[in-house]
Structure formats: C-alpha cells, structure tokens
C-alpha cells in the first residue's frame, strides 16, 4: 500500500511538473505574440518601437534610428530569470551590443500595454499604436 502511494505520488508529481513546463512555454510564445506591432513611448512620444519577426526598429520622431535583432529568453547578458519571467534580449545589429529588458507585461487583459524594467530599474512604459 505504502508503494502504490508513493508511486502515485511521484506521478501526481511529474504531472504538475509537465504542467508548468506547458505554461512556460505557451507564455513565452504568448509574449512573442503580443510583442508584435507599433508601440510609442508613455514617457516620449517621439519614441516608436516596432517588432515584427525577431527584429526590432526604433523610432524617434519618425526616423528610424536603430535596427536589434531581438528574443524572448530566461537567460541575458550572463543573467538568468527563473519562474516565468523573462527578458528582452537586444543585439544592435550595427556593434553587436546587448541590451537586456525585464519584460513585466506585454498587453496583458488586450490592455496596449507593454512594460519593462531596464537594467538600472527605470520602468519603460510603451502604449500599442
């Protein structure tokens, strides 16, 4: 009897282990999803930041100023985020330097907003376009 309790434990146990792993995953994917579109900056609204695909473009007043290749990732720069938290992984594809974003929401409850903590802790704020 004590076998079979244990047995069902362990089962009980790797099955909320494959279920978080799922969520992670559909979360991640959720975010590369919402990131996709137009967003200008709450704290300037020359500031646009576009992503489609993996690459992101920033605008300022109209003009294109930079080009990123850019991933949704747990791991950035030697950092690493545990539980679902991830980054915004940034490479200028003109130096190659990286830039790592906190991601804190990205249009969550279809709310346009997207936000970030950088890496000296000022929040981003960016409205969808």
């Keep these: ?3 079979i309790k244990l047995i ?3 089962l009980v146990g790797l099955l909320f282990l494959m279920s978080s792993s799922v969520c992670k995953i559909n979360n991640k994917q959720t975010i590369e999803q919402n990131l996709i579109g137009t967003w200008v900056s ?3 609204s020359n ?3 576009q992503f489609n695909g993996s690459v992101r473009k920033d605008y300022y ?3 294109q100023t930079d080009t990123y290749q850019y991933s949704v990732t747990n791991s950035c720069d030697s ?25 804190e929401g990205v249009n969550d409850s279809n709310s346009g907003i997207l936000s970030f903590t950088s890496d000296v802790g000022k929040l981003l704020i960016f ?3």
């Design 79 to 103: 950092e690493v985020l545990s539980g679902s938290q991830y980054f915004l992984k940034s490479i200028d594809s003109s130096d190659g330097s990286i830039y790592c974003l906190v991601i």
């Design 61 to 63: 007043e109209g003009v």
């Design 8 to 10: 069902l434990f362990s």
């Design 127 to 129: 409205n969808k376009k």
């Design 42 to 44: 709450e704290g300037d």
């Design 1 to 3: 009897m004590k076998k």
């Design 47 to 49: 500031w646009e930041v």
